[in-house]
T-cell receptor
């Protein structure tokens, strides 16, 4: 168990809809990362937050947005969904700074199916 | 941002040692090298991390030459359950860093045969 919790595990919705994916990082971790993994594809970096602030953006569509709350949990919002948004969405967290090189710890993902 | 290059796939047999090499020619001073294992429909799992020379833990060893432009993950005596995708990730793990884009390459699909 990585300590990273993602909910829901599965989500089925229709095109045009909006969904919210939730991530609770490991206790004490300040950074949250979101990745998208389509079928037979690699992990595509979407966005990173550190202690509530956006730190890095990857290939995140304008229809997607995220935030990290004061309690450090994060939400990824996907709107105007298209069939191509069907994928596994992973959240990962890593520890604070201070000379410690903390690796990423991943949750088990949310499988989104857009029909 | 250091780009990584790995072989797309590798085959091995149970009981053999497997070495997977990752090239990262433009690795930066603050970058660490981390390897992950991913099974289908699961999140990647941390295997090992290093900065230079050699690191060993209970599941693998990581060899990093002095120039740090490549690294080799060594899996001793693999079993069928080691069949997975292995990712090499190079980056600055400090969460507060502005170089927070931790981008995975395509990974190496290891197939272990009986």
């Amino acid at each position: 168990d990585s300590g990273v919790t993602q909910t829901p595990k599965h989500l089925i919705t229709a095109t045009g809809q909006r969904v919210t994916l939730r991530c609770s990082p490991r206790s004490g971790d300040l950074s949250v990362y979101w990745y998208q993994q389509s079928l037979d594809q690699g992990l595509q970096f979407l966005i990173q937050y550190y202690n509530g602030e956006e730190r890095a953006k990857g290939n995140i569509l304008e229809r997607f947005s995220a935030q990290q709350f004061p309690d450090l949990h994060s939400e990824l919002n996907l709107s105007s969904l298209e069939l191509g948004d069907s994928a596994l969405y992973f959240c990962a967290s890593s520890g604070p700074t201070g000379g410690v090189r903390s690796p990423l710890h991943f949750g088990n993902g949310t499988r989104l199916t857009v029909t | 941002l250091a780009k990584t290059t790995q072989p797309i796939s590798m085959d091995s047999y149970e009981g053999q040692e497997v070495n997977i090499t990752c090239s990262h020619n433009n690795i930066a001073t603050n970058d660490y090298i981390t390897w992950y294992q991913q099974f289908p429909s699961q999140g990647p799992r941390f295997i090992i991390q290093g900065y230079k020379t050699k690191v060993t833990n209970e599941v693998a060893s990581l060899f990093i030459p002095a120039d740090r432009k490549s690294s080799t993950l060594s899996l001793p005596r693999v079993s069928l359950s080691d069949t997975a995708v292995y990712y090499c990730l190079v980056g600055d793990m400090r969460g507060s860093s502005n170089t927070g884009k931790l981008i995975f390459g395509q990974g190496t699909t290891l197939q272990v045969k009986p």
